[in-house]
């Protein structure tokens, strides 16, 4: 019985598969909950820049990196204007005339919402990118 359930528990454990999407559902999930901060761990430059994205345009409150000298933790301050967040797996190409069919797709309207990309100038919103005529991989999208 014991060796069952300790076969059952080697088979349970979490594979991560993506540390930006783990790290965008936790932050969901604590906003639904009510939260006002949440814990990101593990940490990477690509989440850095995203939640930088994030807190630019006000989502999210200020957050920071906290080293624990193995991949880090990242304690972001939730202000409860997250509605939705998420990654889009695989990276698509986009360029920048097909920027505004991914966001009619992705965004509930036009002017609600961000795509994030990754371009040869960084990590940036859509909006960025449009102005700065550069096109890229979609990582994700919050409104």
């Known amino acids: 019985m014991i060796l069952a359930f300790l076969q059952y528990l080697e088979f ?3 594979v991560r598969v ?3 999407n783990d790290a965008l559902k936790s932050m969901y999930n604590a906003e639904k909950r009510g939260k006002r901060q949440v814990m990101i761990r ?3 430059k690509v989440i ?3 939640l930088s994205v994030m807190q630019k345009h006000g989502y999210i409150g200020e957050f920071e990196f906290v080293d624990d000298h193995r991949s ?3 304690v972001v301050e939730l202000n409860g204007r ?3 967040c998420g990654v889009i797996s695989p990276r698509f190409d986009v360029g920048v005339k097909d920027i505004e069919p991914w966001t009619a797709r992705l965004l509930p309207s036009r002017q609600f919402g961000y795509i994030v990309l ?3 100038a960084g990590i940036m919103d859509h ?3 449009r102005r700065k005529n550069v096109g890229g991989k979609v990582l994700g999208f919050f409104y």
């Open 12 to 14: 349970v454990k979490m």
């Open 18 to 20: 993506s540390t930006l």
């Open 42 to 44: 593990p940490c990477s």
């Open 48 to 50: 850095i820049k995203f």
């Open 72 to 74: 880090g933790k990242i």
């Open 82 to 84: 997250l509605n939705k």
């Open 118 to 120: 990754t371009t040869s």
């Open 127 to 129: 909006e960025e990118a």
